[in-house]
């Protein structure tokens, strides 16, 4: 039987730990194998895959970047030695040269490094830094696979109009593919695959994009690998949040008009021939296209990675967290409960002299719900005793009953071996309602990038999901419905000091995420003084922030390491 | 009388705050008014003096790019209202354009911008992120004054070898004047001044560097402005570390061979005719040479003004520290009395149960040689709540002691309105060897950047110079001599959990300022055995590190936010 030549890819969206270089070559051995047991004859891993990614300033470390080199040569023989020496396999890593660090990529074939190349555009944006970490390289390697090209381009690269992808066009390619690590955000999916679409359109070649998937730091990847045509057509899509092996069967007409210069449109480019003979068993595997998430759960499953991910890569087995009985420390609760299980969970009350009954009470059924782990600590001794002997009264004494909370979770952790976990939410940390080595204590804030408003719609779903799934809901219903309280003074409500939370996270969104200045806001219809005392607090809230654990990124803007401001600022908007 | 052609030039080494555009303004009028006053030509101020320097992330707004907009113009206005409107000023800001935010410096004369130019080269390394921040410019503005061609670049432009000044060059200019916003590290003015004379004679014109001066977070610039002739013979520099105007007549040949040529180098270039007539007082102001600060002294001062000017900027009239009896705690209350005042630094003891007898006197000995104000409080009462209610044995209840203490603090700074200082120095910060929430605890940290030794030996000098000045010296020979212990437990030494100081110094300089690996570390002649145990523990700290308070930065690799290292890594160097 006569038909066109054809490559079966692999797609290997896996989850790899910044640095772990021993673990994270295991990591490809083992899923190269299992892609070369179901017959491919491309590997594609993410950007950066053997030092996982981002290394930030590990980047600079010569050191680092020479165990790199040296761990990429090594994987070459492990592949071979695995039986995967026949399948070119494409790994990111960090290169170093005599021009400096490179974010690289490399064909390991044969036992040996066949083509690598680094990366052109190179990101200084957001959480990227990568113009002060890497040099950008120039040229372009094409690998002959079954007699047909692939060329490939790095994450950012594809991104570019008129870059190296339209480069590997003129070039003439039948295939390109991508490697990436591409940080969630909400709603990404929806750029992405029209992006890739347009990309594969101008390069006249299907297009292979694989993400890497899972949490580092406050980063997280969610997969959402993509198979396009040359026309744009989707053919497959990875499920997110995920580790998943995809394969796609492509009939590639081959024969692109091929040009032999050495250099196209500014880029050198270098051909490498490793096999010439066409596929033959004539079986196609259908790409699958996984469905992206609906909003709520893909929001829900971000967190859940995020959580997973920093508590077991750091190390840690079970983490421990404040119960209030309000709906920041629930939320937190069920995203942990979801994230380790229930039985890593261990949930403490901490009542004051101002604790209401009915805050135990939600702590408690909280527990029951959820099954975690859960004890009373009332610190009512503590507290007393700073109170008096320092003489303290108003905020200080409020102070230190968080205070004393924290240090009850943190000598818990100490002697117990738990991660802490900070409940706070994204709109306390942008107007600095939180107190300082108090309730921002931890070594992880789950839900750090999420405003409240969207707490709330979180808590709903989470507990809907469970009565269509004929779970009992995680959380409490009174949880939900009663008015929020720091609870640190008699009758205290967060109305007290705030503005009602559908309004302040409405100015938030507009002064953070919309990134638009006081005059605008007023444009924007917002009642002047509200705007005024709701940026007056979050300009004055940097240090706060600053202290704060780190806690997964969901919006561009998230508070963190990607977001330098002073602390020492005579600005204010208002 | 004939002589030669002349301008006065007058450098205004001035210490603006971030963001504080109002504030900052009033300090150009102020010390433009002094320099016309004095009867300068030519007034020059620091690098971005109207918005201050880093301005970080705020360069990306919108709102705060106009507002620096408008307040050059308003100052232009200023400066004629006050009389300064026949001289023109050399003023850094924040421009945005419709390319994007960008680092500019204008010409302000007859209330009006005159010229203005944007920095070329972005400097992307270390604190630097400007490539994230700002668009390169491309043009250069010559100012003729009083007949004499006068050509400007911005600080890193400065450091490029055949950059905008040899293009200056070329265009023919008689004199250049550079803003700047140069932080201080230990020896940086060892670099500077053959820099800035091998850059004058590039161009073969004099060369006017003006640098900001004061803290601002975590970072300190010195000052050092300097003037260097055509042939780089240093005319004069302005001292360290304080607001200065220097005064320096320049006697220049003009005439220098100019083209008319619009583009020189890639550069667009554009000439504002000012001022034809010559100066004709005939008086001669000979610049003034400082000498730059011997080392120790240069940084006690960086230290001082990073504690002062953090303090004063947040708007703190007082700090309050933990004494311990220690070097430490010694040093960092030395520094604060000499930045702030005796009667605006609160010393606490806070002995335990473990403290020895002599701390507590070496510390009542400190105050009393210091003046600062000195109170006690006992933590045996709060810990033992923790200790016997959570069950706390091994570390768990050494750290709540260390907490005990940071909360004692934090409760006196939340009702007294004190800053609280952390007393860690670099060492410690290195290896992790601090509490969490307990001596990191703090607004500030004075000495983040000082190795042990270093604190040792900077407190040997403070002592001496006190003898010298026939003063009191602040810090007790006790606390200098005596073997380190946190006394957490009973007879408990540093040596016990760390290497000799000395050697671990030693181990960390090479490991962190000379970014060597291992390996390198074993060629260089440290013990193999030391340097993993060193070096597992600097590769573990990174979120302790985290959440340390900023302090005063006197290295190039300093710990903050400068550094960026995950925390969630599998790498370990050793």
């Given amino acids: 039987m006569d038909h066109m030549p054809q490559l079966r890819i692999a797609l290997a969206q896996v989850n790899p730990t910044v640095g772990d270089l021993a ?3 295991d990591l490809v051995v083992r899923w190269a194998r299992n892609a070369v047991e179901a017959g491919a004859d491309v590997v594609v891993f993410p950007e950066m895959v053997l030092t996982g990614y981002p290394v930030e300033d590990l980047a600079l470390r010569e050191s680092f970047g020479a165990a790199s080199r040296s761990a990429l040569d090594a994987l070459a023989g492990s592949l071979d030695d695995a039986g995967c020496g026949a399948v070119p396999v494409w790994v990111g890593y960090l290169d170093r ?29 957001g959480v990227f830094d990568e113009r002060r970490l890497f040099k950008p390289g120039t040229s372009l390697d094409i690998v002959r696979v079954r007699g047909l090209e692939v060329g490939m381009v790095i994450c950012e690269d594809v991104w570019q109009e008129g870059g190296p992808v339209a480069a590997l066009g003129q070039a003439g390619v039948d295939l390109i593919v991508s490697p990436n690590a591409s940080p969630y955000e909400r709603s990404k ?36 690998s993509i198979v396009v045509a040359a026309d744009g057509t989707l053919l497959a899509r990875a499920p997110q949040f995920v580790e998943h092996l995809a394969l796609v069967d492509l009939d590639l007409p081959g024969g692109a008009a091929r040009t032999d210069a050495d250099v196209v449109d500014d880029f050198s480019v270098r051909r490498v021939v490793l096999s010439d003979e ?15 998430l609906p909003e709520e759960a893909e929001i829900w499953s971000a967190l859940v990675t995020g959580l997973r991910d920093y508590t077991q890569k750091n190390g840690f087995r079970s983490v421990v967290l404040g119960l209030s009985g309000g709906i920041d420390s629930a939320v937190v609760a069920a995203l942990a409960v979801d994230a380790l299980g229930a039985d890593a969970v261990h949930g403490v009350s901490m009542p004051s002299a101002y604790s209401s009954e009915h805050s135990r009470a939600d702590a408690a059924e909280l ?46 952790s100490n ?6 976990l900070a409940t706070g939410n994204k709109t306390e940390l942008a107007v600095g309602y939180s107190t300082i080595y108090g309730d921002a204590v931890g ?32 959380i409490p219903e009174n949880s939900i419905s009663k008015p929020p309280s720091a609870e640190l003074r008699p ?64 919006t561009f803007r998230a508070f963190g390491r990607d977001r330098r401001l002073p602390i020492t600022s005579g600005w204010r908007e208002g």
Wanted: hydrophobic share 35%.
């Fill in 278 to 292: 066409p596929r033959q068993d004539g079986v196609r595997h259908p790409g699958v296209i996984a469905e992206p």
């Fill in 189 to 224: 999916d929806d750029q992405r695959l029209p992006l890739i679409a347009r990309r594969a359109r101008e390069a006249q070649a299907p297009l292979v994009y694989v993400n890497q998937v899972g949490g580092q730091d406050d980063l997280v990847f969610d997969g959402d």
């Fill in 367 to 412: 527990a029951e719900r959820t099954g975690l782990h859960f004890s009373e600590q009332p610190i009512a001794d503590m507290v007393e005793v700073f109170v008096k002997q320092l003489g303290l009264t108003g905020l200080a004494e409020e102070n230190v009953q968080a205070r004393c909370r924290g240090m009850t979770l943190m000598g818990l």
């Fill in 23 to 25: 673990g994270n070559a």
């Fill in 491 to 554: 009758g205290q409500l967060d109305s007290d000091s705030l503005p009602d939370y559908e309004l302040l996270d409405d100015v938030l969104d507009d002064y953070i995420e919309g990134d638009r200045g006081y005059a605008d806001l007023v444009r924007a219809g917002h009642d002047p003084e509200l705007i005024d005392r709701v940026l007056r607090m979050v300009d004055r809230a940097e240090y706060k922030r600053r202290q704060y654990p780190p806690g997964t990124k969901i």
């Fill in 415 to 420: 002697q117990h071996g738990h991660l802490v």
């Fill in 97 to 125: 040269d005599e021009v400096g660090p490179r974010n690289g990529a490399a064909v390991l074939h044969g036992g040996r490094v066949v083509a690598r190349q680094f990366k052109h555009h190179l990101p200084n944006y």
């Fill in 443 to 474: 070594g992880f804030a789950p839900i750090k990038d999420v405003p409240k408003t969207l707490v709330w719609h979180l808590a709903r779903w989470r507990n809907a999901e469970a009565e269509k799934r004929g779970e009992t809901p995680p």
